[in-house]
């Protein structure tokens, strides 16, 4: 069993950055893949990025290529999502999954633990 917490998001301007972090309880974290996904309102929720154990595969979806960064600290049992430039359409509620069994996975389907989610906010 994994607990998540994000933490990190929060209100910024229009070209500005915001950090998530994704702390995990329980045991063997750092064999888990993690994804970011985010649901803005109205909208179902996406994926964003995700690694795997070892941060040897990390993937984006094409909105977050070259702005976002996704790393992990096993040693802290914590996944951050590192956001530049943001920009209004990146307001959304963010999440954080894991799973022991996928190799940085993209769908939403292949996650079983969740965290409760972060707002993030961008205002123009």
């Known amino acids: 069993q994994v607990q998540l917490v994000e933490s990190g998001g929060g209100l910024v301007q229009s070209g500005g950055s ?3 972090s994704c702390v995990a309880s329980g045991r063997a974290f750092s064999t888990y893949s993690v994804g970011w ?5 109205g909208e179902d929720r996406e994926f964003v990025s995700a690694i795997n154990w070892n ?3 990390e993937y984006y979806k094409d909105f977050a290529k ?6 992990r600290d096993n ?3 914590t996944v951050y ?6 920009k209004p ?3 959304a509620v963010y999440y954080c999954a894991a799973d022991p069994r996928i190799v940085a996975g993209r769908a939403q389907s292949e996650y079983t633990y969740w965290g409760q989610g972060t707002q993030v906010t961008v205002s123009s």
């Open 18 to 20: 915001l950090r998530l």
């Open 37 to 41: 996904f985010r649901q803005a309102p």
């Open 89 to 91: 359409g990146d307001t």
């Open 66 to 71: 070259g702005r976002f960064t996704i790393s």
């Open 55 to 57: 941060s040897a595969s």
């Open 81 to 86: 999502l590192q956001m530049n430039n943001l």
């Open 75 to 77: 040693a802290k049992s």
